[in-house]
């Protein structure tokens, strides 16, 4: 959340190792999104209503300027779930370090809805009929609830008679996140903005596959409903914020730039011996602007404008040609720690490899493992080789393909880690999504991020969005590399690559 001038980041943390457990809500300030400053924890456990655990939850800025957190509290050995809350021990404190857990909660008993499925409470908006509102993520069965809250007060809360919406055959719904995108501008809009050209989102965290999807759609706020539009669907066949190592995130209004920023946490793929051994695990991804494309069809996102205060030394290319085979190094940054935008181009579609109807059954994913890097096609792959080794035993290729189905071209992006490493034990997945991406120009950009041991990466300007974890043996530090690379029969142009070594916050957590 933003306050008084600071940011305020709140994160499941064990303080005791590397492994989950003994979850605590850390907290860390910045005055950029860049630089951290590590608190004490917020709340961790010490009442009857959360001794076994203090899970996830969100802010509210309540009237006055008083922050509020809701958080699920863990009360037995059963893992029944509850709502509390807690509120600052100093409101002039302006790091609001300590917080204070009041003894009238629970604010929000399991009533009614399955006790050990109920949890991660959404910031609260406030209606123009004087109630506050929430969600509470849970299962019935096997049919994902957001299950919906009100109150007056914000102390006393009613469950209302029907979900704000449910979708069957998904499960588990974590960590939802419901608010409003402007269908007008980039700018965000704070959670309580009802009226104006709008729509709304509604993000999940699918605990069966430990993925992120999200809906658009129209909030009927008199009848307290969330109708998803034709073009978005719920589950696994539904649109992601990030197509790789990317959960349990949330977003949150930036009013001091009028914008909407997204955190998301990217675990580690690696061993949890592995995580022991390095004494830490888990990551932030870089935070992220997020709006409404002007299809109306999806979200964009992209690494916020602070990240570009890191940028040092810069290389850049142009008019570049790429022909089948073709790997040409970007030399001069740091491979390892880099910052990389490059718009690729080419002259015809006509060599585009035609699209199976038998793939419409799988997956990009899928796709990806089939149609790999080292695969030659027709327009594509072509990308980038991160954090590749001097002889190509190891790389982490970001990359594109262009498809000729019957009446369009299907644009697939791929992230795939299976030839990152030499070590066989990490988790090493071909990550990927389709691109909805209008080719008349015969140009894709892509953005990648790479800091060691994450690539994150951003097609078409944001929207589609793929994070991996890799854990090289070889292309490490000064030995990594950083190609360009085309595997297909029609030639690519790089018409314009920059490239940056990015610098070390100077506070990090």
Known sequence: ?????????????????????????????????????????????????????????SATILPGNRPIIMYTGIIDENNTQVQNYAVPANYSDPYLKEWVKPNNNPLVFPVGVNKTAFRDPTTAWWGQDGHWRLVVGSRRKHRGMAYLYRSKDFMKWTKAQHPLHSSAKTGMWECPDFYPVSMDSKNGLDTSVENGNIKHVLKVSLDETRYEYYTLGTYFRNKDKYIPDNTSVDGWAGLRYDYGNFYASKTFFDPSQNRRILWGWSNESDTAQEDVKKGWAGIQAIPRKIWLDTSGKQLIQWPIQELETLRGKEVHLSNQKLNLGDHMEIKGITAAQADVEVIF???????????????????????????????????????????????????????????????????????????????????????????????????????????????????????????SRV??????????????????????????LSAWSMEKPLQMN
């Not at 940011?7 to 605590?24: E, R, S």
């Not at 854990?471 to 314009?496: Q, W």
């Open 1 to 57: 959340m933003y306050y008084n001038g600071l940011y305020h980041l709140f994160y499941q943390y064990n303080p005791k190792g590397a492994v989950w457990g003994n979850i605590v809500w850390a907290h860390s300030v910045s005055t950029d999104l860049i630089n951290w400053k590590p608190l004490e924890p917020a709340i961790y456990p010490s009442k009857p209503f959360d001794q076994y655990g203090c899970w996830s939850g």
């Open 345 to 467: 181009s080419f002259t015809s579609l006509d060599k585009a490899e035609q699209f199976d109807s038998s793939w419409a059954d799988i997956d990009a994913q899928q796709l990806c493992s089939l149609k790999g890097s080292t695969v030659q096609g027709g327009v594509g792959p072509f990308g980038l080789l991160t954090l590749a080794s001097e002889h190509l035993e190891e790389f982490t290729p970001v990359f594109f393909r262009v498809f000729k189905a019957t009446d369009k071209h299907v644009v697939l992006m791929c992230s795939d880690a299976s030839s990152s490493s030499l070590n066989k034990k990490p988790y090493k997945p071909s990550f990927a999504g389709f691109m909805n991406v209008d080719l008349t120009d015969k140009k894709l950009s892509l953005r990648s991020l790479i800091d060691h041991s994450v690539v994150e990466s951003f097609g078409g300007g944001g929207k589609t969005c793929i994070t």
């Open 471 to 496: 854990y090289p043996t070889l292309a490490v530090s000064t030995n990594a590399h950083l190609y360009a690379f085309n595997n297909g029969s029609e030639t690519i142009s790089i018409e314009n």
